[in-house]
């Protein structure tokens, strides 16, 4: 049995400051009852104080019921006049099968409404720079040691400085479009030297070419003059020279890849010159 059901069931009439605490409302909902005959009173005190019998709190019970199942006031009025004459089964089953088709629509517009809000939320989100986590997860573990040795070296250069102010902006898609840039750039040298190719011919130097406007685009301006320190350092460093020769399984590719830049600058300076 509910604390509810006890005091409804309980002989003394209680006041309307009792009925408040009991059923968790306000004295003002239940004097607002009152004014509009929803639930008056049945008894006063000799002093003339409002006091609600079994009767009324059992009506009362009622009437918080209806409210949760979302009825108004005029349409529990109704219901409540119904069950004294017996008849409100059928009034209780047509306004809940209103209330559910009610329901039922609201249920629809908000899935539709959370779907919009995840859409959103997926945008938001996939616009967001990437996080150190997202580069490790995409370059290794090793992309902090390189990163910190590349600003070590060239951290006051115009050409870093641009490079952090670009990639700044970049979210975890755009670094894995960059791998999947690089990828494309490392297998178009490897192709060429596994085909026997020098690193003078049209097809490496065009390989050191798509690197270096790679580099120009995503990173920093990389004129062919910049491109050849960048690589001189692909055979100085043995952790960039790992980085061709051991990733793909090619001894003597950051050579060729050297190489092969020094070419392509070759001829792009020449070309230059002869503009």
């Known amino acids: 049995m509910t604390r509810r059901t006890q005091v ?20 003002r909902t239940l004097h607002h009852y009152d004014e509009i005959g929803l639930l008056v009173p049945s ?36 219901l409540l006049a119904a069950e ?19 329901v039922r629509s609201r249920l ?18 996939s616009n967001q720079p990437a996080t150190p986590h997202d580069l490790k997860e995409l370059f290794g573990e090793s992309f902090d040691d ?22 700044a902006r970049y979210t975890k898609a755009d670094w894995a479009q960059v791998k999947e840039e690089s990828d494309a750039l490392a297998r ?14 049209t097809e490496a130097m065009d390989a050191a070419e798509a690197h270096r406007q790679h580099i120009d685009t995503r990173f920093y301006a990389c004129p062919p003059a ?8 692909y055979v100085s460093d043995p952790r960039y020279t790992e980085n061709y020769d051991g990733a793909y399984g090619e001894p003597g590719l950051s050579e060729y890849v050297r190489a092969a830049i020094m070419a392509n600058a070759d001829r792009q300076e020449a070309a230059g010159t002869a503009g």
Do not use: C
């Open 8 to 27: 409804a069931e309980q002989v003394e009439p209680m006041t309307v400051g009792q009925v408040a605490t009991a059923y968790g409302i306000t004295v």
């Open 43 to 78: 008894e006063r005190s000799y002093a003339g104080y409002r006091l609600y019998t079994a009767s009324d709190l059992s009506r009362l019970q009622s009437i918080v019921v209806y409210r949760r199942l979302g009825f108004g006031l005029e349409e529990i009025a109704e």
């Open 84 to 102: 004294s004459s017996g008849d409100a089964t059928a009034a209780r089953v047509e306004h809940l099968r209103r209330q559910r088709a009610t």
């Open 108 to 125: 629809d517009e908000l899935s539709e409404l959370v779907g919009a809000i995840d859409r959103a939320l997926e945008r938001e989100m």
């Open 146 to 167: 390189y990163q910190g040795e590349a600003e070590e070296r060239w951290g006051e250069t115009d050409a870093w400085k641009e490079s952090k102010r670009r990639t």
């Open 188 to 201: 178009g040298f490897l192709d060429a030297k596994r085909a026997g190719l020098p690193p003078t011919s």
């Open 226 to 233: 910049f491109h050849r320190n960048l690589g001189e350092l």
